[in-house]
């Protein structure tokens, strides 16, 4: 449960907060953007941005001509897509089954905490004075002994 | 008190607690083990696998300068013949290793309506043409600037061969050296294809 809290917690801050970075404006800026969203063919490890090997570096070069020409990053981000795959993505899409990791710890989370409320109120005494009620005559006197003994 | 609670106990009508239990283990078992069986399926995967996104799809045209100057290569010029497109450099041992299958396979389809073109990758030029001497073999050999056709065709590295259609379509790629027998696999499915055999 708390892994799954975690987990969530996780989840939330790359969906909600990553996208909340300031949108780069220069084309300068926005190639870097795109560079650093693509791995390197070459190194497989690191994205273009940060690859020293000759293909990433005409790559870098690639996505640069290609916004300087106009294109949005998304389509630039496309054209590297179409030639190598959605294997040159570092970040997967947020779409179909790529969601499923990070939405099933929320819906663990949301089950769980459901169930758990739900045990607790289950649990819960209905009225605190109805036990008293119950006593006996003989228990009440019983108890009035055992209590008068304690005192002594 | 005891009769109370077995009063409790005995309310006519109630669900059996087991079978809710077991509804309730269930509903958060199958999903957790359907994911974890999810995640499991990708430790069966290889990560250096590679894609190929360009198979079946329309070779990137190109008009590449020859090696050493003179006119240019034209994959226009080209259509209409099974094309081999070789990505090669004289830094890369793979590229040594598979140049006998690539000369036995030009010898042998040289004169049956296939081209084969070298695209020398990230190399210089003076290396590149001491590579062609040494190693031989007279298919045009074209420079690549800026990678540009290497990256239109999704080249992960060197060397790396291609098979293309006489319609223009990609039908074969192979990352890596080629053998001999890949290559006139592919290149008579390729003529096939063509009606060209």
């Not at chain 2, 992960?156 to 053998?179: C, L, R, W």
Request: proline share 7%; with cysteine; aromatic share 6%.
């Amino acid at each position: 449960m708390l892994l799954a809290a975690a987990v969530a917690v996780v989840a939330i801050a790359v969906v909600v907060v990553a996208p909340g970075d300031p949108a780069p404006t220069t084309i300068r800026d926005r190639a870097a953007a795109v560079a650093s969203g693509l791995r390197c063919p070459v190194c497989a490890n690191l994205s273009v941005a940060d690859s020293p090997s000759a293909l990433a570096g005409e790559m870098r070069r690639e996505i640069e001509r290609r916004l300087r020409a106009g294109q949005t990053d998304e389509a630039v981000r496309a054209y590297f897509v179409d030639r190598y795959g959605r294997w040159v993505l570092l970040v997967p899409e947020g779409s179909g089954l790529n969601l499923l990791p990070l939405l099933f710890p929320l819906a663990a989370l949301a089950v769980g905490g459901v169930s758990w409320w739900a045990l607790v109120r289950r649990r819960r005494p209905t009225t605190t004075s109805e036990p008293s009620t119950r006593l006996t005559e003989a228990d009440r006197a019983r108890l009035d002994r055992e209590l008068e003994g304690n005192r002594r | 008190m005891s009769d109370e609670l077995g009063e409790e106990r005995g309310t006519a009508g109630a669900p059996n607690p087991y079978s809710r239990r077991a509804v309730a283990l269930a509903v958060v078992l199958v999903p957790v083990l359907a994911f974890t069986l999810l995640l499991a399926s990708g430790l069966g995967r290889d990560p250096s696998e590679r894609p190929d996104p360009v198979a079946a799809t329309p070779a990137p045209a190109f008009s590449l300068p020859k090696l050493g100057g003179g006119e240019r290569i034209t994959s226009a010029s080209m259509r209409g013949q099974v094309v081999v497109v070789n990505f090669w450099a004289s830094w890369c041992i793979p590229c040594r290793q598979e140049h006998p299958a690539l000369l036995r396979a030009w010898e042998r389809y040289r004169e049956r309506g296939v081209v084969f073109v070298g695209v020398n990758f990230e190399d210089t030029e003076e290396a590149a043409l001491a590579y062609a001497e040494e190693q031989g073999g007279d298919w045009p050999l074209v420079t690549d600037p800026g990678s540009r056709t290497a990256i239109d065709f999704g080249v992960f590295g060197v060397p790396e061969t291609f098979v293309v259609a006489p319609d223009g379509t990609i039908v074969a790629k192979e990352i890596g050296a080629v053998s001999y027998e890949w290559l006139i696999t592919e290149i008579d499915s390729a003529l096939r294809r063509g009606g060209s055999a």
